[in-house]
């Protein structure tokens, strides 16, 4: 029922841009927080960024921090990341990733994932 779909990835020059977006289906959007990771080829996945349920408190991994923004459109139950002055080290699948509490406790539910790859 739960459903995550990313689009928006593609191939980039270093110093380029990338909006990344990921429609949510399946449960009440507005009432929980959004995540995005990423997961780079034979590296663990990693936390890029995190928005709260109403948008307004956000964190970001060091390693995009003033360069990448995560935000959300709750009345379409979308969540973006702007990703601009694109790395090599960027390169990676990127996932949406939600926390819902159910069954007494919590479990996660990971979008399909959508190709970053910055390359000169």
């Known amino acids: 029922q739960v459903q995550l779909v990313e689009s928006g990835g593609g191939l980039v020059q270093p110093g380029g841009s990338l909006r990344l977006s990921c429609l949510a289906s399946?449960?009440?959007?507005?009432?929980?927080?959004m995540s995005w990771y990423r997961q780079a080829p034979g590296k663990e996945r990693e936390l890029v960024a995190t928005?709260?349920?109403?948008?307004?408190?956000?964190n970001y991994a060091d390693s995009v921090k003033g360069r990448f923004t995560i935000s959300r459109d709750n009345a379409k139950n979308w969540v973006y990341l702007q990703m601009n002055d694109l790395k090599p080290e960027d390169t990676g699948v990127y996932y949406c990733?939600?926390?819902?509490?159910?069954?007494?406790?919590?479990?996660?539910?990971w979008g399909q994932g959508t190709q970053v790859t910055v390359s000169s």
């Open positions: 399946g449960f009440p959007f507005s009432s929980y927080p």
């Open positions: 928005i709260a349920n109403t948008g307004g408190s956000t």
């Open positions: 990733k939600v926390v819902l509490w159910r069954w007494g406790g919590p479990h996660d539910y």
